[in-house]
């Protein structure tokens, strides 16, 4: 948390209760809420897959440290680099992985983004042209 906080503020979503001395970064606002935050962070850093790649789609890097591996978020890790896949919790590792994830130019993210959507399909739309088309 001093890490990032040498580079922004830091807000912390999560399930689980806080030390004290975080607590007052705790994440306040609804739920439903979170990704309109998410959207104007520089990074996602945590232990949630699908938080990593749901940031990856909105342009936010992510940093996902687990050491439980996710094949889609290798696969946005090497294909467009929103995702930094560090396979530990180990404090040094994931500082690594934080300055990498900071290093990448909001812009360029942006970009990446883009290629993620369009090399992406809808995945309602395919659901929906599947079931019309069965049903004609």
Do not use: M, N
């Amino acid at each position: 948390v001093a890490l990032l906080e040498r580079k922004g503020r830091v807000i912390i979503s999560t399930e689980s209760p806080l030390p004290s001395d975080l607590a007052d970064r705790v994440y306040q606002g609804r739920p439903e809420h979170l990704h309109h935050l998410l959207a104007f962070c520089r990074a996602c850093i945590g232990e949630s897959a699908t938080l990593a790649s749901e940031s990856a789609v909105l342009g936010v890097p992510a940093l996902y440290a687990a050491q439980v591996s996710r094949g889609y978020l290798d696969d946005i890790e090497r294909r467009y680099g929103l995702v930094r896949v560090v396979g530990s919790t180990d404090p040094a590792a994931v500082s690594r992985g934080i300055e990498k994830v900071l290093a990448l130019v909001p812009k360029e993210a942006q970009l990446r983004r883009l290629r993620l959507l369009e090399d992406t399909c809808d995945v309602t739309d395919t659901i929906y042209r599947s079931l019309t088309a069965f049903a004609s």
